[in-house]
Each structure stands twice: as structure tokens, then as C-alpha cells.
């Protein structure tokens, strides 16, 4: 079958890799409809986190399931599913906790699984799924086309804007400030309108981001950055800062505009992927009462509740996805999104 293999900084291939097999009970073969580029995807293209050897990418799926193996019951041959960006079993105390990505039995794609097998990449034409009765989410069919990219957000970007919400304890009538206009910011923007935030201030730079965030449920945007961003929010907010604020970019820059952005007794909820050195100042914290919750999304969990919401089209974070290239054009996806042309790019293969 054909993948995607990132060799070193900047250098995406799309190559001929081994058909995934069956090899450990618990597991199955999923047929992919599409994957998707994700942002944190950049850190090893950009050279950011080094690659050492070349190796699967990808870790964003949707698709049909053409084998199972025998230990596997809730999961058939046919189901159209949704692959989280991480390997679950649903049943182990983490995964009970609310915190699947922290599961004991967990991993990544793109590596060997716990159970001597490979968990293959989400960038390709197959992928072999440890653990498939707890990591794969199972959608009622038939599935309409017009439906998977919405679907596929479900793997990663609108669940994880959903965590920055709920993290930061989004609830009706809030203000609510999102740092980061990415796919993540923007499902975020759909997480706090759909929670019921009355004011959500979108801190962008790009018109067609802006106009995206708008009408995703943004009220006000911010362009500023650093004081002048600061100030702009806390006009926008009776002085005092916003309720609730989401970090969606993990740089040590956007961390500190995020606190810096919250009222006094806020909070902030950050998913953004680590990078750069995020540091959290303690004594302004404390001074300021601002409290910080988040990390790595647990979307496998949040799947259930928002699937009737994308289904229905109440909500349509599908529409991050403005590039569409086939699973062979891989590495203009890749270079689409470092350049910022593409807010994010799917994959069909």
C-alpha cells in the first residue's frame, strides 16, 4: 500500500510501505476515506522536534473496517469509523477517569503497539488499529461524502477546541478569548458557542481566518498581540479581561497572552501542543487568581456527545478543511499548511 514517510526536516514522501496484517486478536484493519495534516504534524516537518530515521506520519482517520481480529465485538467488518489521534482500550482506570490519552494499555500511530504489533500511520491507505473495540468510534450509516470532514474533525481538532472549552469551564453568558486561529482555535470558537459563551473574541490576523471565526460564532476580533492585545481584550470586556480564556497554539508567547487576557479569578484552558517553552508565571497566577487547566485532549471520550451536533449540521467544524489533495500530493499538504495557505489540509487517498 502507498503512506505517508517523513524522512527528515522538510522532506514528506509518499512511498510503498507493507500491507497492515491482523496479529494480536484485539485489533483491526480500517480502509482509510481521509486523513488530514495537523498542525503538530509541522514540529518534526519544520525540524522543530528532530526525525532520526524516516518514519509513518499521520495520525488523523476516518474510514471502513475491513477486518477485525477475533477478539474484537463491538467493531465489524463494514462499520464506517472514527480513529482518535491515539490507541485506547475504553477500559482501564485512566480511560474510566476521563483521561484516555493517559491509557495504560495506549499509544501513537505511526509505532509499535504494546502487543508486538505496528500501529500504522494515519496517512495512508490502510492502517492496522490495536485495541480497536476501545480506540475506534463506530458512526450509524449509511455515511453521506458530505459528511467526512466533519467526521473527521471528530479525530482531533473539534474535540480538542471542545477540551480548551470545558477545560476552561465555558459555560452560558461567558466571555470567552481565543488565542490561536488555527483549526483548533477555530473548532474551539464552535465549542464556546455551542456552551453558550455570549461574547467570544477571536484573536486573528488573517481576513479569512477572521471571517471563518465569525461565522463559526466569534462576536469581536483581535488582531493585536503582547500589551496591545491585552488591552484590546480587556476594552472588550469592562476592563477586566475575559471570562474564560482557550489556548490553542503552545508557544511560550501564546501562553502568556492567554493568561495575560484572563480577568482576574479566570481561567484558561490550553491544548496547544507544547513548543518554545511555555512557562506558567506562579506569582502572577497567584496574585491574580487565574487558574489554568488542560493538556493533551482526550477526544476519544468527547466523540458520543458531539457526533448528533456534527451530524446534524448544528455545528460544522468540516469547514477548516479549505485544501483537499489526493493521499500522493502529501507533501504540498504539508507545505500548504507551514505556509499558511491552508488552514488545514485532508487527505483522500
Known sequence: MRATVIHTAR???????????LSTGADAIVRVVAACVCGSD?????????????????????GIVEAVGVDVRRVTPGDFVIAPFYVCDGTCANCLNGVSTSCLAGGWWGSDD????FADGGQGEYVRVPLADGTLAVVPGPVADDEVAGLLTLSDVMGTGHHAAVSAGVGPGDSVAVVGDGAVGLCAIIA??????????????????????????????????GDEGVAAVRELTGGIGADRVLE????KESMDQAL?????GGRVGYVGAPNGGPELPIRQ?????????????????????????????KIQPGRVFDLVLPLTEAAEAYAAMDERRAIKV????
Open 11 to 21: 522532506d514528506i514522501r509518499v512511498e510503498d510501505v507493507p500491507d497492515p496484517v
Open 42 to 62: 509541522l514540529w518534526p516537518y519544520r525540524g522543530v522536534t528532530p526525525t532520526d530515521e524516516p518514519h509513518r506520519i499521520g495520525h488523523e482517520f476516518v
Open 114 to 117: 504494546r502487543f508486538g504489533g
Open 192 to 225: 464556546a458557542t455551542r456552551l453558550g459563551a455570549s461574547t467570544i473574541i477571536a484573536m486573528s490576523r488573517h481576513p479569512e481566518r477572521q471571517g471563518l471565526a465569525r461565522e463559526f460564532g466569534a462576536t469581536h476580533i483581535v488582531e493585536e498581540r
Open 248 to 251: 490553542c497554539v503552545g508557544t
Open 260 to 264: 495575560r487576557s484572563a480577568r482576574p
Open 285 to 313: 497566577m497567584f496574585g491574580r487568581n487565574v487558574g489554568v487547566n488542560g493538556g493533551v485532549a482526550p477526544v476519544r471520550g468527547y466523540i458520543e456527545e458531539l457526533l448528533p451536533d456534527v451530524r446534524s449540521g
Open 346 to 349: 485532508m487527505l483522500r487517498p
